[in-house]
Nanobody, 115 residues
Framework: QVELVESGGGLVQPGGSLRLSCAASGMIFSIHTMGWYRQAPGKQRELVATITRGYSTNYADSVKGRFTISRDNAKNTVYLQMNSLKPEDTAVYYC?????????WGQGTQVTVSS
């Protein structure tokens, strides 16, 4: 079955950087769009970035110019490089893919931006 496992979260000061990773298994990784979402306390889950099989990317306005999504099909892994982090980026970050009509999610990784 499809499994998505995120890693790389943690505590970072404002202005710092983190790189999240999401390792996928149980799927043909290279043919699927992959996405990163986040959910802050008391807020709805929101899209952060997506990357298609053709490496086209899309970003939420709030992270454009600061975050970069990428993928390594040889490693079945999608990354989210986060630079110039702000306190409002604090959230649980989730990896996502849609296969057929079904959504698949990882367990999430906590990112906390605080001094």
């Amino acid at each position: 079955q499809v499994e998505l496992v995120e890693s790389g979260g943690g505590l970072v000061q404002p202005g710092g950087s983190l790189r999240l990773s999401c390792a996928a298994s149980g799927m043909i990784f290279s043919i699927h769009t992959m996405g990163w979402y986040r959910q802050a306390p008391g807020k709805q889950r929101e899209l952060v970035a997506t990357i298609t099989r053709g490496y086209s990317t899309n970003y939420a306005d709030s992270v454009k110019g600061r975050f970069t999504i990428s993928r390594d099909n040889a490693k079945n892994t999608v990354y989210l490089q986060m630079n110039s982090l702000k306190p409002e980026d604090t959230a649980v970050y989730y990896c996502n893919t849609i296969i057929g009509s079904k959504d698949y999610w990882g367990q999430g990784t906590q990112v906390t931006v605080s001094s």
